[in-house]
């Protein structure tokens, strides 16, 4: 029985990943450290600064104080006062 194309390619293309990987596996540690400090202005630019330098500028510079309250609003005016009409006045002398 053989194989056909298909099956040989992805046999070999597996084979070829298994390889890659284990590379990649026995590959320590400090290649990694080393490949990200070659970039490191790169990525200085990229990464927010570190939490010591982040600490000591924010208590070098505190943040101004928050803008104090707005002022309440005026009351509103009074209502005006009810003053009577000349007809209810004399309506009332009528009646009174």
Not at 1 to 24: F, I, L, N
Not at 41 to 65: K, S
Request: proline share 24%; with cysteine.
């Amino acid at each position: 029985m053989t194989a056909s194309r298909r099956q040989v390619y992805c046999a070999e293309k597996r084979y070829r990943g298994m390889k890659q990987a284990s590379r990649h596996a026995r590959r320590p540690a400090t290649a990694v450290i080393v490949a990200l400090t070659e970039h490191q202005g790169r990525l200085d630019r990229a990464c927010h600064p570190p939490v010591d330098t982040w600490l000591c500028e924010t208590e070098m510079n505190p943040p101004p104080p928050p803008p104090p309250p707005p002022p309440p609003p005026p009351p509103p005016p009074p209502p005006p006062p009810v003053v009577a009409s000349a007809a209810w006045t004399e309506l009332r002398r009528c009646w009174g």
